[in-house]
């Protein structure tokens, strides 16, 4: 198991550097073209909700080896204000900030694995994986 | 005792100099990786001891420090070498003062770092000012740069208008296409523009926002948007975001982009010669002949 890197989201830029890693990671693992841009927005993603709800949180990443199968693992953390309803903004077209609202959900279809966890005025974790075909 | 101990230190300013380029040589070792001849390494070392000891002796005159730091500066060497070498001269001075006199009490203790430290902190923070200060100038410039690249707006031809995007899409930027992209529509009395981003890295919920919010502006004036460059791999991303594009035309290249976009004003490109019946008669001349 390698030890997780991980990318502090504090500015707009940051989200740049984070998803910079995560296709440098991507790409190492030899990921197809269309899987390395799926995990890229995904990190994209993420990384601009923690910047624009939660103002400071981190995006990390870790390579997954399982006995028949190797994924990157994208989790994001942030102590910001929490979710109250998990439920709505798993839906499209939900959204606070006047975005699209598409951002949770299609991070959902991009990766294969997706778990958010979230408590109002403690923060939300959100952990995805995507394995390799 | 302020000014004997600098008299101490300029007198036996050989020593405290040689004791300052040995330890310093085995810095580079250590951490100075930077491709540079030993050569210059020694003169460079020799002119910063001397820079150090000229403004002891002027009592905190800071112009050569100056001078010698846009030297360094244009020599591209790490402020680490700068303030690594003015600790190095902190503890090699006080050493060598403290070792080379009698009376070693508390107050004597104290008095020799506090005039060391006078010394030497003007230095390291005139050192680290310039430094920064080239920096914040560097960066300031490259900002402007970025900024001219940001969102430029070609005319092609009466009517038709592209702008061709290239990198990372922040908000700043997408403030930007928008006003450029409405500015030039107007200026350009364009009936269509095509936004090409097939230099776009990533196109994420943000981005694709920003350019449906663009394209719709651009509608509400009156004029046509055709999204073109959509790679393979982003076309995919898109769909599994599930953004909604439909209103908005989208061609793969900017060359299909452009062909739709004549057509949409009335015109198409044709060959002024037809190119089979050219070589053709060609041909018929040579066997004429």
Redesign the interface.
Known sequence: MTPQSCVKIRE??D??SA?QLG?EMAKKLRFS??D???I??AV??LA?NIYLYAEEGQICFEVLETADHKGLSVSATDTGPGITDISQVMQ?GFTTSG?????L??VK??MDEFDIQSEVGQGTQINTVKWIR | MNTNLRNIAIENSDTIVQMWLEKIDSLKGEEFRFSTSDELFENTNREFVNVIFTSIKQQGSLIEVITFSEKLITLGWPLSYITDGLQLFRRVTIDYILSNSDQVDTNFFSAVLTSVDKWVEPIIHQLINEYTGSWEHILSIQRIALQELSAPLIPVTDGITIMPLIG?I??ERAKQIMENLLDGVIKHNSEVVLIDITGV??????V??HI?QAAEAVRLIGSNCILVGIR???A??IV????DLTNLPTKSSLKKGFITALEMTNRKVINLKPMEDGIEEMINSIQGE
């Open positions: 707009e830029w989200i740049v998803r296709r073209t269309v390395q841009a799926r890229t927005t994209s993603e601009r499209d975005g699209l609202g598409a951002g959900p299609g279809r991009l | 990372t922040d908000t890295p990533v196109v994420d919920t943000m694709a926002h449906i393979p791999e982003i995919q991303t599994n975001l599930g953004i």
